[in-house]
């Protein structure tokens, strides 16, 4: 059976990179403590500023424990020309502000991009953990709560303050959170970053084509985003994967092998070829169920016809085809469903033996086709459901992708 590898929680830091971000707060005194944890851990650590930070603590102190210079001044740097706020996060691995004021909080939220390290959140698009630090009314406060929610739906990860007493001399929920703790939580998401490593992913994704001439066909709506997306969110997460499409619009995600496909039988044929080689299918593709029984091989006029007959002949059933050759690939399937959600899913996960499917209802406005969000819920082969919230697809890729990984086989040695 197919073990699943982790990187040691010792050497998972080793060599990457991480910009610190640091506002100003009276606790960016801990930030201290967390570059000098981080940089013992082995990660390459570049320190970023704001403009109020400076006044709680020196930047030469970062530069010294870091080694690297520290980027604090957009316009009076020697090398501002160099655009340092580009350059700083360029192959970075992570981007960990700490503390985070509510003030950082908000331009991040808002893109307002007015010192050195809200420029810098402004530019970088990697992962991002941030750990508040304020008093505990300041952390309470709706426009607060609101802006952390905002950053939460578009991925960005919080580490929770901790309740206790505060600079201010109240007691309440606005402490940095400890820097051994925030520690834990970066190795933690490195981890998950690398949860797939060894294994090797097939997905499906996007519509299939079915041509009734040459100029005409059969197809719906699917854009394509859930395949992409979890193809995406997979490679991230250090897994080889193989990304078969029907035709879309959206650009093929760097590091993924491509497949191009039209018809819903070219994608059975490149499936069928590569099932054997992989250890999870995910048949994320809108499959046509029915396909013209004739392509006319001029277009069809239609001039002097009051009506047009087509008959129409099922498409191959790709999931009952790889089912019959199962080994010991896990097998997901997803079923698009307009009624009778759970049930129609359940009948398919138990007909076509699979190991999960995921439904999702596309009566439902806002989700589904097209959309940038989906709300799914997702049932194991125990028959056990869970219902996932309205998210953005990449964050709903990222949540099927922990129950995908909890049922993979384990080695003895696991």
């Given amino acids: 059976m197919l073990g699943v590898f982790l990187m040691s929680n010792n050497t998972v830091l080793c060599d990457k990179k991480i910009i610190l971000g640091v506002s100003g707060s009276i606790a960016a005194y801990k930030a201290v403590e967390v570059l000098r944890l981080l940089v013992q851990a082995g990660a390459r650590v570049h320190v970023v500023m704001s403009a109020n930070a400076v006044k709680f603590i020196t930047p030469l102190t970062f530069e010294a424990l870091s080694g690297n210079p520290v980027y604090h001044e957009v316009f009076d ?55 508040p630090a304020m008093n505990d009314n300041m952390y309470a406060n709706l426009a607060v709560k609101e802006n952390i929610k905002k950053m939460k739906r578009r991925g960005v990860k919080f580490v929770d303050p901790e309740q206790g007493e505060l600079a201010c001399g109240s007691i309440g929920q606005g402490r940095l959170a400890d820097p051994s703790n925030l520690l834990e939580s970066i190795k933690k998401e490195f981890n998950s970053m690398n949860d797939f490593y060894g294994l090797r992913l097939l997905v499906t994704a996007g519509p299939t084509h079915e041509p009734l001439d040459p100029v005409r066909f059969i197809t719906n709506p699917s854009s394509g985003k859930m395949g992409y997306a979890l193809a995406s969110a997979a490679r991230d997460r250090g897994a080889t994967v193989t990304l ?25 044929d490149h499936v069928l ?16 169920d029915f396909a013209p029984k004739q392509i006319k091989k001029e277009k069809i006029k239609k001039k002097g016809k009051s009506s047009l007959d087509i008959q129409l002949l099922p498409t191959e059933d790709i999931l009952m085809n790889v089912a019959a050759k199962k080994d010991r690939q896990l097998l997901v399937g997803f079923a698009a469903e307009s009624e009778n959600l759970t049930q129609s899913a359940l009948e398919k996960l138990r007909d076509k033996k699979l190991d999960f499917i995921v439904a999702n209802d596309i009566s439902s406005p806002g989700i589904g086709f097209q959309s940038e969000s989906n709300q799914v819920t997702l049932i194991n082969k125990d028959e056990n459901t869970k219902k996932l919230p309205l998210l953005p697809k990449v964050e709903i890729a990222h949540l099927l992708l922990d129950d995908f990984i909890k049922g993979m086989p384990r080695s003895e040695e696991s």
Avoid: W
Wanted: aromatic share 4%; net charge negative; proline share 4%.
């Fill in 77 to 131: 740097s020697n090398s501002s020309s160099l655009m340092e706020h580009i350059r700083v996060i360029e192959s970075a691995d992570l981007l960990l502000i700490a503390p985070a004021t509510a003030g950082i909080i908000g331009k991040m939220a808002n893109g307002i991009a007015d010192d050195s390290l809200s420029n810098l959140c402004v530019s970088y698009n990697g992962v991002t953990i941030v750990a």
């Fill in 244 to 268: 078969i499409s029907g035709p879309t619009s959206i650009p093929f995600p760097e590091g993924v092998r491509f497949v191009s496909c039209r018809t819903a039988c070219e994608m059975n």
């Fill in 273 to 288: 070829q590569m099932f054997s080689d992989c250890d999870i299918l995910i048949m994320c593709a809108a499959v046509g």
